[in-house]
């Protein structure tokens, strides 16, 4: 069995960790941490619904007790912290999986433009692997520190991916019209989050300022080959979980439908993940992908074949974050792809 910690458990995906956790067969849960308590506090005080399924205290973050007490450790905390919480757990030898942003982009320089804030750990940039696994996979079971994708990124990069891979798209073709749960944005307090403020509404925010955009365009410029512009504008709706990404890409040539359908299946035919609707199956939905670790895709051809429309659903805290994060930890340690995920 190899030992896992959560730092970050009182948050969202720090939860959701815990649920797919608790029914893995490889793993048993030994290390539980957050901030606002000053003492050693049962998980169930926090998770009522864990009595019975898990005992086990969550603590204040100390780094040699997570040293002691894990081999693995899943960082799930806000951007900026993730960075002086993982050089101690790498110098001892640990695997760390960060969901937060910090180990996403390659330079320090686009770190600190995407988040404002300068970084403390820039040489790890380079040795910390990007964990979209179905871009990633062979180089996961060499890494100790891995990236986990961002929500928005993950749905993204997977609607586009086939496309860009092919290089069909044009350097500056790539619109996204992304939509997110408001656990999105974590549980801390927003006046901005509060249900009254959220329900009945719909809003855009940070058009084309989110920091997720170079993250996005880092990925889709690897996968091709060469510099990606993109349009990005994030929407919340006022749903708790699920996310949407409906994204237009311009392609430098024609196509027709049936071709960009059988180049999306073949893409992904061998993925556990990732689902790729048939016409006839209509078009994804986040309902359908609410609580797992899928990711449904679809494709449409615009009028006159140059513009498609690729359309993908995931679960925020599932794909977006804890699954995704789960996923990378099977395929890092030699483990089923799939194990506790299904
Ligand atoms: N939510 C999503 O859909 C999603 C998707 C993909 C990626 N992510 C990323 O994953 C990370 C976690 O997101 P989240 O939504 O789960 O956040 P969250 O709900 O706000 O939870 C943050 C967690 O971090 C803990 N924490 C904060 N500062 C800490 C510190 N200095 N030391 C130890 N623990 C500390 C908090 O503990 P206290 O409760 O004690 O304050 C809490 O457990 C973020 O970087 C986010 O961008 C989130």
């Not at 979980?241 to 960009?260: D, F, I, N, P």
Request: hydrophobic share 45%.
């Amino acid at each position: 069995m190899v030992r896992v910690g959560i730092v970050g458990v009182t948050g969202y995906s720090g939860r959701e960790l815990l649920r797919y956790l608790l029914r893995h067969p490889h793993v048993t849960i030994s290390y539980l941490a957050a901030r606002r308590l000053t003492k050693p506090t049962p998980i169930t005080a926090v998770y009522p619904e864990l009595v019975g399924r898990l005992r086990l205290d969550y603590r204040p973050f100390a780094a040699q007790e997570a040293i002691r007490n894990a081999d693995l450790l899943f960082l799930a905390l806000p951007p900026g912290v993730a960075m002086t919480v993982a050089p101690a757990l790498l110098k001892a030898g640990k695997y760390v999986v960060d969901l937060s942003g910090d180990y996403r982009l390659e330079s320090p320089s686009a770190f600190a433009k995407a988040y404002g804030l300068r970084h403390r750990h820039p040489h790890a940039l380079k040795e910390a692997l990007y964990g979209l696994t179905e871009l990633y996979r062979e180089h996961l079971p060499k890494a100790r520190l891995v990236a986990n994708p961002g929500c928005y990124p993950t749905a993204s990069i997977l609607a586009a991916a086939p496309l860009v891979h092919k290089r069909l798209v044009a350097p500056d073709g790539i619109v996204i019209d992304a939509k997110s749960g408001v656990s999105g944005a974590g549980r801390a307090l927003k006046e901005e989050l509060l249900f009254t403020e959220v329900n009945e509404d719909l809003r855009a925010y940070k058009a084309n300022e989110h920091q997720h955009m170079p993250e996005i365009a880092q990925e889709l410029g690897r996968l091709g080959h060469s510099t990606v512009r993109i349009v990005f504008v994030p929407h919340l709706v006022p749903m708790t979980r699920g996310l949407y990404a409906s994204v237009y890409l311009r392609l430098k040539r024609r196509v027709t439908a049936a071709q960009v359908q059988r180049w999306y299946e073949r893409f992904y035919q061998d993925e556990p993940f990732v689902r790729v609707l048939s016409p006839a199956a209509g078009l994804p939905k986040t309902a359908r992908v609410a609580g797992t670790n899928d990711c449904e895709v679809a494709v449409r051809v615009a009028p006159g074949g140059r513009t498609v429309i690729a359309l993908a659903a995931i679960d925020n805290l599932g794909k977006g974050a804890a699954g995704q994060a789960i996923q990378n930890l099977n395929v890092m340690l030699g483990f089923d792809e799939t194990s506790g995920l299904l």
